[in-house]
């Protein structure tokens, strides 16, 4: 195996425990709660493996599936190709190029903090507002700057079988709070059935520190407005300026 590929290679396995089907269920949620009953065509901005994307193709909706990193868009091609569905895609080139329109764009798993300047934040918001469709939703969320920084990120150690391997990634985090930036280190070793070190990695992902008055901002530069902030995947919980991680479903404007 090219150990450059650790991180990409077993990212499912360190995110097993995510619970796509309820992240989804809450999405749902959200769209039936601003007037959106069942989006009948769904963009994945920043899909990752596919996962959410799935999981809304296996309840009968369309999706098309989108990601920035090749590696990433090659697993995600690759998970698609082998289930077989017929509702979802995947797309190589930018959303915005489609020419479509979708009833829901959504970016989860905190896509725009991977967004290190403004105006590629403008641009990409401006994109999502180009796919949106009369009444279309954007919903995605975000860690928000203020309240890193007021309790920063430390460190975490994640440990899975693999065959008969044991993944072990130990995650630690480098904050830059003059920059707002954070650095998420993973550290990924493989151990064979006798303890002997096979593999390892080291994966950094910077992550940018918005705050939810610089989100809005570029919001309002893309038309788009605002209509529910609320804690991820909780829609009954209104987020707070100085919460974690916070969830956006946002309308266009004319």
């Given at each position: 195996m ?67 990193d ?18 979802i ?13 979708f ?96 593999a ?45 991680k ?9």
């Amino acid at each position: 195996m090219d150990k450059g590929n650790l991180f990409y290679h077993y990212y499912d396995i360190l995110f097993s425990t995510k619970d796509y089907a309820g992240e989804i269920n809450a999405v749902l949620a959200l769209c039936r709660a601003c007037g959106l009953e069942r989006p009948a065509r769904i963009l994945d901005v920043g899909c990752g493996t596919a996962n959410h994307a799935l999981t809304l193709a296996d309840r009968g909706m369309d999706v098309t599936a989108f990601d920035t990193d090749p590696l990433m868009a090659a697993l995600a091609k690759e998970k698609v190709k082998a289930s077989g569905h017929a509702h979802i895609r995947c797309t190589e080139g930018p959303p915005s190029a489609l020419g479509a329109k979708f009833d829901l764009v959504i970016a989860l798993f905190h896509v725009v903090t991977y967004i290190r300047e403004e105006k590629e934040l403008d641009e990409f918001l401006a994109g999502v507002r180009s796919c949106l469709g009369q009444g279309g939703l954007f919903i995605f969320d975000f860690w928000n700057g203020t309240g890193v920084k007021k309790s920063p990120p430390g460190e975490k150690i994640t440990e899975a079988v693999d065959g008969r391997d044991r993944v072990i990634c130990h995650l630690t985090s480098q904050c830059e709070f003059k920059r707002d930036l954070v650095t998420l280190d993973y550290h990924i070793r493989l151990v064979d059935e006798k303890g002997r070190e096979t593999a390892a990695e080291h994966y950094p992902l910077e992550q940018k520190l918005w705050t939810i008055d610089q989100i809005y901002k570029s919001l309002r530069k893309a038309k788009l407005e605002v209509i529910r902030m609320c804690w991820p995947y909780d829609p009954a919980v209104e987020a707070r300026k100085d919460d974690w991680k916070v969830m956006l479903v946002c309308r266009g404007v004319s």
